[in-house]
DNA sequence: AATTATTTGTGCGTATGTATC
DNA sequence: AGATACATACGCACAAATAAT
């Protein structure tokens, strides 16, 4: 029953056992390969193979005439890490970037960076990509989260495969894994308290339907507004994907938009460039914002400090968020049990877009 | 005198050859041990490490009990590209990224990215870091690319190991090399003579002083005033570098900055970001944009689109400049002799922010 | 389903070459 | 110059995996 190992291996392994206990000190000699044989009673042949094995792992340097030397690298070895971003037009993405690179360039490792546009496909491709280019490690940002998704299998294989993977920004709730999110729901109630403080009664959303972030928020504005025995009125809720957010600005849904939004005081929007294409669209569906519409909305990015008027928005923890991943990530490569799940709390930024009615 | 080369490294090189070659077709088993020795003659131990090299090469598979066969992606195999940029906050950034990202990994290659975070220490370690992860190319963004680098050494190693290397955005002058860029130059000819045009004669500037693309920015600026016959008057000329950007702006330097604006009636900006910054500051400065100062800038970004009053501001050619960075670059891979020198021309987005004089 | 031939993998022994200290 | 350590090379035997019969 018991598989036979061959002896060369056994040997790589003991090697390799001592070299990463220290036994062997990083940048001294290695036991000669005559000594080697002389100790396990082996061929010098069969000592050369275990010592090749160790070669190509990059734990040893063999110099003719001189001796074979352990790396000097050993644990310390720089780490290749897959950073999948869905896109690069959101204004978290530098963030994450730069919060992610800032912890793993300081130690030395690397980053391969891919992006899945928000595609279930590319996404796809670009998983099976990294699993070929060898990463430690996967920060993600998952496409499309509140959707059944076909590749939870790729995730698995990481999984099994011992490559420990951390989502940002969204994740798989399907999926058991390691996360580190905003929270929505609490985000959402903030805004939306923040709204009824303000006397709005009448409150409609625009939310993301793909994006599980879209039912998160969703989930904090209802509950919210039950919370302060406000009732949800579905027809000032619209929903939209990727694919459809300029549609739903477009002529042809301007009736829509303009029906479900004539009916309230005030709106919140799933995030800041929604809030921003609302403030466009506002002179054209005959409201002044904030005068005869309110609007709060999510990330307090530079487009709701820019914007005419300025946008009260949910903040976003920003680099920060890139950073705990990292973080986290390097400490699940060390040791494969650790776990994390995290969500920031949020706070609001007051700005312009919300008129107070009380 | 002739160093006489192992036989096995010489099979290893025959083998190469004919697998190059596509005497053994891609896909295919390879000639067997057995016949190899029987060809040549030599014993079944040479022929296994002449076989051994190639598969460390990746060029062949090794099968037991079948047979070793010619590796698939001969030619086609997975680049690595390095892809080292400044400023993650600078709004070229996602631009580049999604411009490079797209044409890579159409073609299944994949990108290792750094930032220099626009200092010459971090980028030094950044490009030896990217060295040590054997990448096949590098598109790279120059650090403080108007003064002289001490990192020129690592890009001649590049150079030198036949890794080619491509500069988007800047570049170091002194440095013989591959570079996309903007018509620096002619982008601050057509913003100072929209300026000129618009009657305006006493027109100060606000320039980068440590990249190249301050200094052909200034140039063209000057070039273009003494070209209309104007004078240019040192005082009204301001200079800053990342590290001071936000000292130029403070209380401290207040009077310097408001000495120079008070004689101009219009200011060449050398970013949006600049740009913002003095409209930001104008209500301090008790100057109303562009009542009393015009602005003009580069980059069109998102920021000119949404500052109050929005920004004139010279066209950048934002993703296509990656894309065409990663396609050069390709092609270098493929065709060493390949070079590379492209400026983009730019063009003038007319906004709010330049009151006509005239 | 079992057998067989083929092919690569593991292992031993020996000898000589070559680089380094 | 000599000792030492790794590199190359030959020959043999058997194990393990695979494909075809």
Known sequence: MTKTVP???????????????????TGERLITEHSLCEKFNISRHTARSAIAVLEKEDLVVRRQGDGTYINLDVGAKQKNIGLLLTDSSCYTFPNTISGVEEVLSAKGHRITLALSQNKVEIERNQLLSLQAANIDGLIVEAVKSALASPNLD????FAAQNIPVVFVNTYYPRLDCNYIINDDVEASRIATGHLINQG??????????DSIQGALRYEGFVNKLYGQNLKLDEHRVLWYSDETLDYLFSNEQFPLLSEALSDCTAVLCYSDRVALKLIEASPKLGLRIPHDLSI???????LSRLATPSITS???PGPEMGNLAATSLLKMIEIPSHKMQHAYTPTLTIRDSVRDLS
Chains 1, 2 share one sequence.
């Open 154 to 157: 790729i995730y698995k294989d």
């Open 7 to 25: 002896k060369y291996i056994e040997i790589a392994d003991w090697l390799r056992q001592n070299i990463q206990d220290g036994t062997f000190k």
């Open 200 to 209: 709005h009664q009448k409150i409609g959303g625009i939310f993301k339907l």
């Open 314 to 316: 949910v903040t976003h």
């Open 296 to 302: 709060a909305s999510f990330d307090d990015s530079i």
